[in-house]
């Protein structure tokens, strides 16, 4: 059964015991599963990724069948589900085990997903779709807890946030929190306090390593990934991060074949292009084709599917598509 976001509210989790979460919200389905399900069922919570799950199925098989007097109101998360994992859920839900939920959390599962579909026209199993935040929704959440907090920022540093943020709510809010310690002793926070309070965030190396590959700085990126030892979570996230900023890029190269004034796209750009980023983005204009980005955003939705059937050497697989994309530049720097 198909429920949408907004509806969630209304959910008695009791009721059922079988979800679907899907889409490139991870934040807010993270954000969801902390604030509706982890208060109620706090005590007996066991994560699992797909891939750990049929690596040992027999065990998986007896947490959820075998139940003990002391194994009540068990919920099993299983990230990174794929159609793989429908079998099993058909057999857990024939055997329908007491006091037991599952959550099966996804990517973007399309309308041909086997598993999407089975969920959306069982009516004992509850799905719910999480898309992308926009600018105007993490706005909202930026300016309802400065309301909330009694503190002033203005739009520009908003905007600063929110693009820092790279789209992902759980990073914009730690972001917040830092603003809120800091705004204890310093009544007015102005940009260059911003600036300091966000910069130490891991996720801003990621940030630096996709724009200076996009721009095929060869030396600086290659220096940024000699420095970081990264897992898979973090490449994954390098991947997103460069399939936003190429969507952005697409968008503002097509701009740029109708208005030759590079100054007037950058400036008219929504969500609003920060004046830190603005060189780094003329810099990747100028050395890609919209050809070039249009064949790497296909590239990257490629590699995503890649990295998770190989995770063990995803670091290989990335290391290569980037410098791969960067032995072409003639006019690195």
């Known amino acids: ?39 109620k069922l706090s005590k007996n919570i066991i994560t699992y990724e797909e891939n750990e799950i049929f690596n040992k199925i027999n065990e998986f098989k007896e947490t959820i069948f075998n139940k003990s007097f002391f194994d009540i109101d068990k919920l099993i998360i299983i990230k990174r589900s794929t159609d793989k994992i429908l079998d099993l859920i058909k057999e857990i839900l ?35 779709p999480f898309y992308e935040d926009n600018h105007q929704s993490l706005s909202f959440l930026v300016q ?45 926070i102005n940009s260059e306090d911003i600036i300091k309070l966000t910069n130490l965030a891991e996720n801003y190396n990621i940030a630096d390593l996709v724009n200076h590959s996009l721009a095929k700085n060869k030396k600086k990126t290659i220096n940024i990934l000699n420095e970081n030892n990264l897992n898979l979570e973090e490449n994954i996230l390098i991947l ?72 063990q050497i995803s670091d290989q697989i990335l290391n290569n598509f980037i410098l791969e994309n960067l032995i072409s530049a003639n006019n690195a720097i």
Do not use: C
């Open 94 to 128: 024939e055997k329908n085990p007491a006091d037991i939920k599952i959550l099966i959390v996804s990517d973007m599962l399309d309308k041909k997903s086997k598993l999407r579909n089975f969920f959306e026209k069982n009516k004992h199993t509850i799905v719910i």
């Open 240 to 311: 997103r991060t460069f399939l936003n900023k190429l969507k952005r890029l697409k968008s503002l190269k097509i701009d740029l074949e109708k208005n030759k004034n590079i100054e007037q796209v950058l400036s008219s750009s929504k969500p609003p292009i920060f004046w830190k980023d603005k060189l780094i983005i003329k810099q990747q204009l100028e050395v890609l084709s919209l050809a070039e980005i249009q064949n790497l955003i296909l590239k990257v939705n490629n590699l995503e599917l890649e990295i998770k059937k190989n995770y």
């Open 1 to 39: 059964m198909l429920i949408k976001f907004h509806e969630i509210k209304n959910l008695k989790i009791e009721n059922n015991n079988f979800y679907l979460f899907y889409g490139t919200n991870s934040g807010l389905i993270e954000e969801t599963v902390n604030k509706i399900f982890k208060p």
């Open 144 to 188: 309802n807890f400065l309301d909330n907090k009694k503190i002033k920022l203005s739009n520009e540093n908003i905007n600063f946030l929110i693009e820092r943020s790279k789209g992902n709510r759980i990073n914009l809010f730690n972001e917040l929190e830092k603003i809120l310690s800091y705004s204890k002793n310093k009544k007015i």
